[in-house]
C-alpha cells in the first residue's frame, strides 16, 4: 500500500487544466446547492444525497480519465455526472422529474445516466456498481480499445459481498478496472469505527493482490495524480487498482437528515479543509490564479446552476406513453 504525496511544483498540470479542475468543483457545488434550493422550492420530489465536500474526488477521477472509459457511481454521484459533462439542465430536469432528462425523468435523483457520455449507471443499491464495472472492464478488456472502466462507491459498501466478489474477479482476470471509495467516515448513519475493523479501508487490497492507495480525498491534484498512475497500470494490462479517498460530506445522508449524530468539533475540521477553499488557496499562493478570478468562475458557475433549474422547470412531465417502452416488451406475433 503507498500514499499520495503532495504535488510538487514539478508536477502540477498547466495553468488551464488547474482552473479546468477549479472550474468543474464549482460547477458541481453549485449543482448541488441548488438541487437544495429547488427541493426548498418544490420542485424536486423524492430523496435527495448531496455530495458537497466531495468535490475533489469527482473531478480529480473523472479529469483523469478518457471520455470513452465507463463509469458507475452511486446515489451520491451527481458530481461524478456533472464532471463528465453532463448538461445540468438534462440533470435537472432528470431529478424534477420532466421529460427533458437524461432518461425522461423516468430516473430521477438516484439513478442518473447517459450512455453517450458513458456514464452507465448510478445505483440507488448500496454496492451494485461495483460487479456492473466489473463488467464494463471485462467488455473494455475484450474489445482491446485501451479503455478503463472506473466505479465509485462509499465506504459502507466495503462489507457487503459485491464488493470483495468484484475486487477477486477483477484480480483474477486482472481486469481494466479502478475502484474509488470514497470514505466520507459515514456509512448513512453509523460511523465507520461502528462497522468496520479496519481504520483505512485500502488495506483490504492486500487480500486480493492489487495496489491499495490511500488518497487525501480533499486535494483534487492528489486525486487526479492516483487516478493516473492507476489508469496507466490498468491499460497495461496489470489489472486493478482501489483508491481509497479519505473526504467528508458537508451535509446529512440525505435531505431528511440533519446529521445531529456528527461531533461538532469533527464537523468544523472536515468544514476547515473544504476541498474548493483548499484548492483556492493553492492557486492563489502559487501564482495561478488572482482571487478574483476564481471568484468569477464560482459566480459563473452558480449562474449556470440557477439558469439550468429555470430550464428544467419549463421541461414538460412525461406522459403515460413515455414509460410504455421501459415497462412492456413490444408484441410478438398474434395477440
Not at 504535488?7 to 438541487?35: C, G, S
Not at 437524461?102 to 454496492?127: A, K, N, W, Y
Not at 449556470?304 to 430550464?311: N, S, T, V
Request: proline share 5%; glycine share 10%.
Amino acid at each position: 500500500m503507498t500514499d499520495t504525496d503532495d504535488d510538487t511544483a514539478t508536477n502540477l498540470p498547466a495553468r488551464d487544466e488547474q482552473l479546468a479542475l477549479f472550474r468543474d468543483m464549482a460547477r458541481v457545488r453549485e449543482f448541488e446547492e441548488q438541487v437544495q434550493r429547488s427541493y426548498l422550492e418544490g420542485l424536486v420530489h423524492g430523496t435527495t444525497h448531496l455530495c458537497q465536500g466531495q468535490e475533489a474526488v469527482a473531478v480529480g477521477v473523472v479529469s483523469a480519465l478518457r471520455p470513452d472509459d465507463p463509469l458507475t457511481y452511486t446515489y451520491r454521484g451527481h458530481g461524478v455526472c456533472i464532471a463528465r459533462g453532463m448538461p445540468m439542465a438534462d440533470a435537472l430536469s432528470e431529478i424534477f422529474g420532466r421529460s427533458g432528462g437524461v432518461s425522461r425523468g423516468l430516473g430521477g435523483s438516484m439513478h442518473l445516466t447517459d450512455p453517450e457520455r458513458h456514464l452507465i449507471g448510478s445505483f440507488g443499491i448500496v454496492g451494485a456498481g461495483l460487479p456492473c464495472a466489473v463488467g464494463a472492464a471485462l467488455a473494455a478488456q475484450m474489445d482491446g480499445g485501451g479503455r478503463v472502466s472506473a466505479t465509485f462507491f462509499g465506504d459502507g459498501s466495503t462489507n457487503i459481498g459485491s464488493f470483495h466478489e468484484s475486487l477477486n474477479l477483477a484480480a483474477i482476470w486482472k481486469l481494466p478496472l479502478i475502484f474509488v471509495c470514497e470514505n466520507n467516515l459515514y456509512g448513512e448513519f453509523s460511523h465507520i469505527s461502528h462497522t468496520t475493523p479496519v481504520e483505512d479501508i485500502a488495506t483490504r487490497a492486500i487480500a486480493y493482490a492489487m495496489p491499495g492507495v490511500i488518497v487525501d480525498g480533499n486535494d483534487v491534484l492528489a486525486m487526479r495524480r492516483a487516478t493516473t498512475e492507476a489508469a496507466a497500470r490498468a491499460r497495461a494490462g496489470k489489472g486493478p487498482t482501489l483508491i481509497e479517498a479519505k473526504t467528508y460530506r458537508h451535509r446529512g445522508h440525505s435531505r431528511t437528515d440533519p446529521a445531529k449524530y456528527r461531533p461538532e468539533a469533527e464537523l468544523a475540521e472536515w468544514l476547515a479543509r473544504d476541498p474548493i477553499k483548499l484548492f483556492a488557496a493553492a492557486l492563489v499562493a502559487s501564482g495561478t490564479a488572482a482571487q478574483h478570478e476564481l471568484d468569477a468562475i464560482h459566480e459563473a458557475a452558480r449562474e449556470e446552476a440557477r439558469a439550468a433549474a429555470a430550464e428544467a422547470a419549463q421541461s414538460p412531465w412525461p406522459e403515460a406513453r413515455d414509460f410504455t417502452p421501459e415497462t412492456f416488451a413490444a408484441p410478438t406475433g398474434n395477440a
